[in-house]
């Protein structure tokens, strides 16, 4: 006699089911040239999502989130529109935390350089990296199997209980 598939557990042993996802829950992800108009079209768009899907966000935390999406925007704009005339913005939000990540097409990671007191440019992955260390989050950079790269920071939601951040 052959045997297949799995046999049913005693009642009362079975694993305990994964909780149901929330209704906020999910990943978005849109496109936009590599333009400088494409920032606050980006920050519009987060903004909307998170109120869209209800997500359990303060308003200091849509603010962060928004200053994120708007440093990661404009840098692949800056840096990368060269090598990627368009870009890939991606939310993500589970039971825990909420993920801003863009995507371009250029190869190579984006350092955090400390400007000069008269520059008014170069201190947004600085300011990147402290929100995202306040918050408890976690910045990164990955790279594309195509060649580019995702810079990405995950943010805790307000009573959080994962240690996670979602993965890509």
Known sequence: MEIVGRVPSEPGHAPPAPPLPAAYEGTWRFTAPALDSSVPQARRAVRELLV???????????????LIASEL?????????????????????????????????????????????????GRGLLLVTAITEEAGGVYNVDHTAGGGKVVWAALPLPGATTSRPPSR
């Open 52 to 66: 869209h899907q209800r997500a359990p966000v303060d308003e200091e935390l849509v603010e962060s989130l928004l």
């Open 73 to 121: 925007v404009t840098n692949a704009v800056r840096h990368a529109a060269l090598l990627s005339p368009e870009i890939a913005v991606e939310v993500s939000l589970n039971r825990g935390w909420v993920r801003i990540a863009v995507e371009d097409n250029h190869p190579y990671r984006p350092v955090a350089l400390m400007a000069d007191q008269g520059g008014t440019g």
